[in-house]
């Protein structure tokens, strides 16, 4: 049971809450929880050789790994092949458990352009081993995201180009239509794992071109209808 206290009865200072800017005024999101969806295109998973018929394989990261557009990241530690992967993100609005596809657009209060960042080498490695893939996945600055676009605005997004840019060159670009499980389908085999809640973030996929950056690239990511995220890595 989690208990309302006040700021004085807390053992450690209370971290600040993350949040994200929503388009069009002053409102900002909470940041609860970020979901991620693993190998949701079709090209990206022939790309490293998965499963094309396995269902959604979702992983996490921890709220404070967000990074807000414009901001300038360290290279991460550990590795040696840091990559980008440009994913339309879906910001949950309202609560809900085994959520029927047909309803589950109603649960999505927005979206945003996001990159799940990623340690490719300990991904790798842990995969191989067997082992969870958070060493590659989750660790300090990996979920960049954008400005949060509710879909009472720009409807849902079911198709439009997607891409990434490093310094001027596109390296990924595709379509949202290319996702294999759509937003709705997400949603709904999500539901079924947890209960979700407005704050909850879910980073949808990645399609194919992934690589590596260094230090001073610069990514520029962008989807049909949303504001682009721009991250420097310093």
């Known amino acids: 049971m989690i208990e ?63 990074v807000q557009d414009g901001a300038a990241i360290p290279y991460p530690p550990l590795t040696q092949n840091y990559h980008h992967e440009v994913e339309l993100v879906a910001a949950i609005g309202k609560s809900g458990a085994n959520i029927p596809v ?12 996001g990159f799940d960042m990623t340690r490719r080498d ?27 676009h509710p879909a009472s605005q720009v409807g849902h997004i079911t198709k439009g180009a997607i891409q990434i840019r490093v310094n001027g060159e596109v390296r ?22 947890v209960t979700l809640e407005p704050g909850d973030l879910i980073y949808t996929g990645t399609p194919e071109g992934v690589g590596p950056v260094v230090s001073g690239d610069t990514m520029v990511g962008s989807i049909d209808g949303l504001s682009d995220l721009t991250i420097k890595i310093a």
């Open 4 to 66: 309302k206290m006040s700021h004085q009865q807390f053992a450690v200072s209370v971290p600040p809450l993350p949040t994200l800017p929503v388009a069009g005024g002053d409102l900002r999101f909470p940041v609860r929880r970020i979901y991620c969806v693993g190998r949701n295109y079709l090209a990206h998973i022939r790309e490293f050789g998965n499963d094309e018929k396995a269902p959604p394989l979702f992983f996490t990261k921890a709220p404070d790994m967000i």
């Open 102 to 113: 047909e309803s589950a657009l109603g649960h999505v209060y927005g979206y945003a352009v």
């Open 122 to 148: 300990l991904q790798q490695a842990a995969a191989k081993a067997g082992r969870p893939w958070e060493i590659g996945k989750s660790f300090d600055h990996s979920a960049p995201c954008g400005t949060i």
């Open 172 to 193: 990924q670009h595709s379509d949202i239509n290319q996702m294999m499980w759509n937003v709705a389908e997400i949603v709904q085999h999500l539901s079924l794992q």
